[in-house]
């Protein structure tokens, strides 16, 4: 089956949500929403499928590759083969379609916790540690961290000592949640990492970047120590020098 | 920064952003007009585009002081991106934040 996917340039309910990637790229479960529909799509039978994006589209034909993971052959937005082949607006996700995802922060959120359950049943390696409390591959919780459902937190995550998460969170993978921090009804971004004692309620964070999902009120935190960036540095002397040392000590 | 003093309350106005570079002078320029008839510091946030941990610094001062004499400092009309700094830091909680 060919499939034509046409990839919404921006929406008008979140515009923060493409400031940063193009929309379809930004995060949704541990994936994107893109990586989702994909997903979806192959599990409907497509084969081909002719990827149309106004925004970026280079970087979005990046993101998915010549879509091998999915079973899938991607192409660019030519669609000269594609005559008669079925139109999918990214608007919502297959596995959902009555429900949108773009129409504001709060949609978006809740999109995100009405397939929580299920995309985490389909997620390799991630478990339910307690009742809807989803935990995924390599993740460090302090024992007394406290967990309430429904939760996603992904993989290689770290919570800290007598941090509050969940309900109605997502905690994306590579973040690290500090000490005593609190998120509840929120997500934290991929790679994020949220400083002792903040509190997130209701907002979406990623890298320094907090997004209040009722009012759309984005501000870019100027302290590191309260939110920021947790993605490794390319080059890291740190790096270097234990690469060295075990270089010259093996013998 | 404009102060003015109005029913034992100090009213400070004016303040463009509250970060680094001048927490410590508006810090010491309100201490220096708190006068004993002072109850109350109003701090009007509308016109701060952004605050940081050095602003929220300079804030927690005055609460301690204000505290240490039986008065309050409030906050006024903050921007939702400064509203937003308070709720992270969950200063909300030790400062009245008053919307007019």
Redesign the interface.
Known sequence: MKVILQCPVSAAGVPALSRKRPLVLSPFLGETALAHTLAGLSGEGAKHVCLQAGDRIAEVLRAVGGGEIWGLKITGPDEREFAGARRFVLDSLPQAPGLPLWTSYSVWFDAQMALLERMARQRVGMRELSPGVYVGLRTRLAPDARLTGPLWIGDNVFIGPGAVVGPRAVVEDDSYLDDGSEVVESIVGPATYAGSFTELRRSFAWGRELLQLDTGSLTEVQDRFLLSDATPPKFSLTRLWKQWRQRFSTP | MKLHQSQGILVVTGLQEL?ATNAASVRDGIRGSVTPEVTGVDIDLSKTR?V??SGLGALIALHKLMLARGGQVRVLNPI??????F????LNRLFEVVKL
Do not use: G, K, L
């Open positions: 970060n952004f940081d941990s939702p991106a400064v509203e937003q700094v709720e992270i830091t969950r």
